[in-house]
């Protein structure tokens, strides 16, 4: 066992799933799925971060999704897939929404993202799942779509109520809290 942090790539095309394998193992553990089925079988308390395929054989990567979730894992779950996002994501239980294809850099980049938010508060954690599902659909659906969508609407409200509730939070905290607070997720450990 090591302290490098361990990412589960599901992901059926077996070459997309090395190449993606090779960007990441220098800094981090890397297991690979190619079907919903081994997914299953190599998820753990270990997995840190998963970067699912939403189309795999047998079952799709949302089941999969759905099935990590009632486990009660903290684990952060990309959904990395070509299918472009429609409104069905916003009731769907990942952190981050990535459309295919997708660069090195960008990749590095979303495992990272994830790794830092797996310190944050159950709060923080939802605002930037929220944040992403709305980010994904307004850079794949035109401003009139969203804007009659009620599901889209909910999201934004949600969103904003989410965002309150963090400021209402952060403004309580005194100064030293804050800094407190910023230290803690910037070593991971809390400040005593």
Partial sequence: ?????????????????????????????????????????????????????????????????????????????????????????????FDAYLVKPVTREELMDLVGRLLTRRVYTVEVREYFALASKRAALESRKDAETLAENEEYQRLLADLEALESALDEEMGSLSDED??????????????D
């Fill in 1 to 93: 066992m090591t302290d490098r942090p361990t990412v589960l790539v599901v992901e059926d095309d077996r070459d997309l799933a090395d190449l993606y394998a090779a960007w990441l193992e220098g800094e981090h553990d890397v297991r690979i799925a190619n079907t919903a089925s081994e997914a299953l079988e190599e998820f753990d308390a270990e997995v840190d971060v998963v970067l699912l395929d939403r189309r795999l054989p047998e079952s799709s990567g949302d089941e999969v999704l759905s099935s990590i979730r009632e486990e009660g894992s903290d684990a952060q779950v990309a959904m990395v897939s070509a299918v472009d996002p429609d409104f069905d994501i916003i009731e769907m239980g």
């Fill in 178 to 191: 804050v800094v407190a607070v910023f230290k803690s997720l910037s070593d991971g450990q809390p400040d």
